[in-house]
């Protein structure tokens, strides 16, 4: 007779084979699908990271470049198996990676577990330090992997060309960003089989691909006049109480950028730490109504369309009924009649606002344009802005008619300018702006060269020259920047003094202050002798300084262009450019206190 817990007893044991039995049935057919999974794995695979292509200044010194850095951890296991005593590998490892002894021989004593078998101990770029832990002499349990550290030879000079990487080792700005795809280079593998230690079993490698290094980038910036640019900047913005400050030096034949500033700056290897309005590069990634450097454009386009000469007089009277809303000149009272030429050396707004609004929106839309405004140069950086140049030249209301042509209601980024000035110092043809020399792999080829391209022939040569030579007067005595004047040298440069507009207002007392000069201006000179002395435009120098409370030297003239004479007496001196003007020169009046920023 049976009892009244048979049933039980036999069900009860059921309710744990019938899912152990389930269990088991899945994985065998688990297993016979991938026989991987379940079993020992004794497949090994291990990636090859690339090293980072170096990047170069002009003359090949390295400003960044990739050094192998080693993680280290610590592998109780393998320690515990090794013939090598355990005391004696914890000694060598403290030693090594400066970890106390007592640390190590905790994790080496931790009980099997998750992340028992690799445990961090250091990371170290020390060559010594590497040798000594591969050293199966000295140390055992210690696994390692290569990776590589990304080095910044010049710590905050140059940093908004160079950029930075991220952890991943992803370019995140500047060269590092626009030529992350050739400089991060190609990775490579080695796989095959290991042991039951999990150590690579060499003779049974199926596959070795080595990593290919990244190409290199050489830039067309000089090192040394980088250092000048950047300590004549930061002495700028400091002695006359801007918020921020750029500056450019381009080569006048070529249009290679020699140096480029921007303040403020950040350190490269603090990047992903530092606030946004540090890593704006502003002299080609900012846009900013320039004011009056306008001028020598307008000026261009005058005497390329017939309208006006140098010589040409114009009325100062601001109410003439034959225009409308002429813009102001403050408190300059002129003479009655004034010259195109004058009222390029005194800036005239109204005398510009007048020729501009003769020549119409047409002309001056178009002449700006052939001169690059409202589009990128092309310059081999990432965020390059467009600047502000309508295009709906047909809808442009009769005030900006005169507005436009003296830089208000337009915006620029300093390449544009730079570029723009570029164009005049070269008889009118630009060239495309550009900091890269080239880039070439690691087998040597070159897989890309900058500069030698031209954009376009703007204007005549006669325009340019004429041009140039109504912008000698603005650094000389009675101009608005005799504080840019550099003895020996003749300057073809013109000041801006822009008031600063946000949401479509001026804000009173804020300006952005600009002075842009080419040097030498590349017209013949005659000394006091009555020799004739001719150079060749060599370089233009642009600087702005941006201010965002009151200050008193907030003028293009009294600010921006003594910083241009401080960087252009050095650069003058440093590239040895033979001057135009001996005559001025006189060694017991030099001004040596100007070198006194340029320390290295």
């Known amino acids: 007779m049976a009892g009244r817990w048979d049933g039980f007893r036999f069900w009860a044991p059921m309710l744990f084979i019938v899912p152990l039995c389930s269990w088991v049935l899945y994985n065998l057919i688990i297993s016979h699908i991938n026989p991987q999974v379940g079993g020992n794995n004794f497949n090994f695979s291990k990636p090859l990271v690339p090293r980072r292509g170096t990047i170069y200044c002009a003359g090949g010194r390295p400003v960044a470049e990739s050094v192998p ?46 992340g028992w078998r690799h445990q961090f101990l ?58 992350n795809s050739q400089l991060r280079g190609t990775p490579g593998r080695i796989e095959g089989f290991k042991d039951a230690m999990g150590r690579e079993i060499r003779d049974r490698r199926t596959t070795s691909l080595n990593a290919i290094c990244g190409d290199s980038v050489t830039l067309t910036v000089d090192a040394n006049l980088q250092y000048a640019t950047e300590a004549a900047l930061r002495w700028g913005v400091a002695e006359f109480g801007a918020d921020s400050g750029w500056c450019i030096v381009m080569n006048v034949k070529t249009g290679a950028i020699l140096s480029i500033a921007s303040l403020p700056d950040f350190h490269p290897e603090n ?11 502003r002299a080609m990634a900012y846009n900013y109504e320039p004011g009056s450097v306008m001028k020598v454009f307008t000026a261009a386009a005058a005497i390329e369309y017939g309208r006006a000469t140098p010589n040409t007089l114009v009325n100062t009277d601001r109410y003439d009924e034959r225009y409308y809303k002429l813009p102001g000149d403050g408190g300059h009272v002129w003479p009655k009649m004034m010259s195109m030429k004058d009222a390029i050396v005194h800036s005239s707004n109204i005398v510009m606002g007048k020729l501009g609004y003769d020549l119409g929106p047409q002309k001056i839309y178009e002449t700006y344009r052939r001169f690059g405004f409202g589009e990128r140069t092309g310059i081999e950086l990432p965020g390059e802005q467009y600047g502000i140049l309508r295009r709906d030249w047909q809808k442009w209301d009769k005030a900006s008619w005169s507005r436009i042509p003296i830089g208000q209601g337009i915006s620029v980024t300093a390449i544009q300018l730079a570029s723009a000035f570029q164009t ?51 650094s000389k005595y009675g101009g608005t920047a005799r504080r840019a004047r550099v003895k020996g040298y003749s300057i073809a440069g013109k000041t801006g003094t822009a008031q600063k507009a946000r949401g479509g207002i001026y804000l009173p007392g804020l300006y952005c202050a600009t002075y842009a000069g080419i040097i030498p201006s590349g017209l013949p000179q005659t000394d006091m002798d009555g020799n004739v002395h001719e150079s060749d435009p060599e370089v233009v120098i642009l600087v702005s300084l941006d201010f965002e409370h009151r200050a008193q030297y907030h003028q293009g003239g009294n600010s921006s262009a003594v910083v241009f004479r401080k960087l252009a007496k ?28 340029f320390e290295f």
């Open 122 to 179: 250091a990371e170290s770029d020390d060559p010594n330090v590497f040798s000594l832990i591969v050293n199966r002499k000295k140390v055992a349990g210690v696994a390692i992997e290569d990776l590589y550290r990304r080095r910044y030879l010049c710590g905050r000079t140059l940093s908004h060309v160079i950029g930075s990487v991220n952890y991943e080792g992803v370019g995140s700005c500047g060269i590092e960003q626009r030529f």
């Open 424 to 474: 005049l110092a070269n008889d009118g043809v630009r060239m495309r702006p550009h900091i890269v020399e080239s880039v070439i792999d690691a087998s040597g080829r070159k897989m890309y060269e900058g500069g030698g391209i031209i954009t376009n022939s703007v204007i005549k040569a006669w325009t340019a020259r004429k041009v140039r030579e109504m912008m000698l007067g603005v």
């Open 69 to 114: 850095l080693w993680r280290y951890f610590l592998d109780p296991a393998s320690m515990s198996t090794a013939k090598l005593s355990k005391e004696t590998s914890i000694t060598n490892i403290a030693s090594a990676l400066g970890i106390p002894k007592e640390q190590i021989r905790r994790m080496s004593n931790r009980k099997a577990g998750k």
């Open 570 to 597: 050095y650069t003058m001196r440093y590239l040895n450019v033979t001057p135009d003007r001996p005559d001025e020169i006189d060694i017991d009046d030099e001004d040596d206190e100007d070198y006194a920023i």
């Open 271 to 281: 990047y992903g730490k530092e606030e946004d309005r540090v890593k704006i590069n």
